[in-house]
């Protein structure tokens, strides 16, 4: 773990935190849960990992955070705290406010964030601009130095280009540097890296990662991709069907995993095969919302499933080490064995 920006003497408040966070959709006469109970905690200048398959409810937990909601979705329960205040409920234009200046979140295509027909520069003044009562000049020099951070080369000139003249990661850089021009107390990342090349990826998390520790800015780091919250993220929620299924320090939660699901997202990163093997995946695939299951979720696709399994939700409780998992039968347990295992 990192030092923390805690002042001596002072007891440090969360940047962000989600707490019993319910997100449902209403469709038709259904009501379906995409989210239920998410909770987690992020210091300033800490990185958490959201993690997960694509479905999981991860991207639905951060527009729940951002405000970004539309119909049919609404959350229905929990609170959102943002510097000690809950921010779930309150006005459009408060939430208008927030954003940018309290709160960003950068996309995985970063054309969602830019507009291609306006120059860099304009758009990361106008960020300045609205937030701050600062000359074009001083806005400008802004928006520079964090080109500059952001490490894009010759950043005053590259203020004068349009998107379509970078690179997808550099385009991807500009989208981080205006989420971070107001020096927000959140950012919300959701699959930022995604589709970028791999040199490219490893360099755009090793300059987020030293602007955490430099300006003490929280990030949610969304992601179905562990090998990258593996080497960046000091805590981790591993999600599955809308709840955390695992949840704790990375390196805790990845070395010494307790839930089945957190043990087969490891299991079916490339590095884990042997050269020449098939990759192991996770055998069926995730139940739609409106057909889940009763019980645990996850039972129908378990290799330890067993009694109880299939007709009670476990509770989040805390596991071996610095850990909390949702199972029955997390993996630092026998099973008495397996002699009750359920392969039904």
């Known amino acids: 773990m990192r030092a923390s920006h805690m002042q001596p003497g002072k007891l440090q408040q969360s940047a962000l935190r989600v707490s019993d966070l319910v997100t449902v959709f209403d469709v038709g006469h259904a009501t379906l849960n995409a989210v239920s109970g998410v909770s987690f905690d992020i210091n300033p200048g800490e990185i958490h990992g959201l993690v997960g398959e694509s479905g999981s409810g991860k991207s639905i937990t951060a527009f729940s955070v951002m405000g970004l909601l539309e119909a049919p979705g609404r959350i229905a329960g929990g ?3 943002l510097n000690g205040r809950d921010i779930v409920g309150i006005s459009p234009e408060e939430k208008r406010k927030l954003r940018g200046r309290d709160i960003s979140m950068v996309f995985q295509d970063p054309m969602m964030t830019l507009n291609p027909l306006l120059t860099i520069g304009a758009q990361m003044i106008d960020a300045v601009l609205v937030h701050n009562d600062v000359s074009r000049k001083e806005a400008r020099r802004q928006a520079a130095a964090m080109l500059g951070r952001m490490g894009i080369p010759s950043p005053e000139d590259r203020l004068d280009a349009y998107p379509h003249q970078f690179s997808g990661g550099m385009r991807q850089r500009v989208a981080i540097a205006i989420a971070l021009l107001n020096k927000p107390t959140v950012i919300l990342a959701d ?9 490219i990826q490893a360099q755009i998390l090793y300059e987020v990662r ?5 300006m003490g800015t929280a990030f949610l780091w969304i992601t179905h991709d562990l090998s990258v919250v593996s080497g960046l993220a000091d805590t981790i929620s591993v999600m599955y069907m809308g709840r955390i299924v695992e949840q704790g320090e990375t390196s805790v939660v990845l070395e010494n995993p307790q839930h089945p699901y957190t043990r087969g997202l490891i299991d079916s990163l490339p590095s884990s095969n042997r050269r020449g093997e098939p990759l192991r995946q996770i055998k069926g695939t995730a139940p739609s919302l409106d057909a889940l299951p009763a019980g645990c979720a996850f039972a129908p696709r378990c290799p330890r499933v067993g009694p109880g399994c299939r007709e009670t939700m476990p509770d989040l409780r805390h596991a071996a080490g610095r850990s909390a998992v949702r199972c029955h039968y997390p993996l630092n347990t026998s099973q008495n064995d397996g002699e009750h295992r359920d392969h039904g």
């Open 210 to 214: 030293r602007l955490a520790d430099d």
């Open 79 to 81: 609170s959102v705290e």
């Open 191 to 199: 699959e930022s890296t995604t589709a970028l090349d791999v040199t």
